[in-house]
Antibody, heavy 118, light 110 residues
Framework: EVHLVESGGGLVEPGRSLRLSCTAS????????LSWFRQAPGKGLEWVGF??????????VYAASVQGRFTISRDDSKNIAYLQMNSLKPEDTAMYYC?????????WGQGTMVTVSS | QSVLTQPPSVSAAPGQKVTISCSGD????????VSWYQQLPGTAPKLLIH???KRPSGIPDRFSGSKSGTSATLGITGLQTGDEADYYC???????????FGGGTKLTVL
């Protein structure tokens, strides 16, 4: 059974960094695109970026709002994907979800909350 | 402001039918597949429709999707109180190289 679990969220001060993890089970993470999404409190869904599967080159694509600050990576040996978030801003406050792609997202984690505040 | 446009809210009585529209342009809906997600309060999104009109296993046929040109529509028949949720359309945008969501539509079953 496919399962995704996010972790690593919490309260962080503006300008600091945080790394989120997405631990997968039931499939090999390297065989699929793995996307990160976020949802600010009371707001809609926003795509953050994705890392392509190995057969698609393992390259990454990011939303303009996080380009240059966020980095998605993957450790296939541990079956974990990461979202490294640097230079965090208050507007990055959101629930962060990982989901398995590509194209459409049938499997999502439960989310991990990130709050950026002093 | 979302590039994909959805009505903020729709409502209908139990047992009735409702449609939710999603409008985009030639760079997204007009040239790529559309997916629809249901999000119940406090939970992760759930895939309802993919590739414009395909239902994943376990999604009842009360839910349907269609696409025409640069617009897509989600239809829900036989409304139930458990269908009260936020619904989002989603499509890849080839010009922006980005996944786009609509702003979401809150369904109320009166």
């Amino acid at each position: 059974e496919v399962h995704l679990v996010e972790s690593g969220g919490g309260l962080v001060e503006p300008g600091r960094s945080l790394r989120l993890s997405c631990t997968a089970s039931g499939f090999n993470i390297g065989d699929y695109h793995l996307s990160w999404f976020r949802q600010a409190p009371g707001k809609g869904l926003e795509w953050v970026g994705f890392v392509r599967g190995k057969t698609s080159g393992g390259t990454t694509v990011y939303a303009a709002s996080v380009q240059g600050r966020f980095t998605i990576s993957r450790d296939d040996s541990k079956n974990i994907a990461y979202l490294q978030m640097n230079s965090l801003k208050p507007e990055d406050t959101a629930m962060y979800y990982c989901a398995r792609g590509p194209g459409f997202y049938a499997y999502w984690g439960q989310g991990t909350m990130v709050t950026v505040s002093s | 402001q979302s590039v994909l446009t959805q009505p903020p809210s729709v409502s209908a009585a139990p047992g009735q039918k409702v449609t939710i529209s999603c409008s985009g342009d030639s760079s997204n809906i007009g040239s790529n597949y559309v997916s629809w997600y249901q999000q119940l309060p406090g939970t992760a999104p759930k895939l309802l429709i993919h590739e414009n009109n395909k239902r994943p296993s376990g999604i009842p046929d009360r839910f349907s999707g269609s696409k025409s040109g640069t617009s897509a529509t989600l239809g829900i028949t036989g409304l139930q109180t458990g269908d009260e949720a936020d619904y989002y359309c989603e499509s890849w945008d080839s010009s922006l190289s980005a996944e786009l969501f609509g702003g979401g539509t809150k369904l109320t079953v009166l």
